[in-house]
């Protein structure tokens, strides 16, 4: 789980833009970066090389 607080100041490092939370995936998705960052033990991890690639719908 994520502190909603935070989660409202939260941004992508790269685009700066928003992010959404994934609950089931414990993860903060980028649309705009099209990257996924996780979020262990309730903390973001928002570095481009732990992110991961989204995958194409």
Do not use: F, H, W
Request: charged share 30%; net charge negative; aromatic share 4%.
């Amino acid at each position: 789980m994520i502190n909603p607080e935070l989660l409202e100041i939260l941004v992508c490092p790269i685009t700066k833009g928003n992010l959404k939370y994934d609950r089931e995936k414990s993860e903060l998705v980028s649309t705009s970066a099209n990257l996924a960052y996780p979020v262990r033990d309730g903390i973001p991890i928002l570095l481009e090389q732990e992110a991961r690639e989204l995958e194409a719908e």
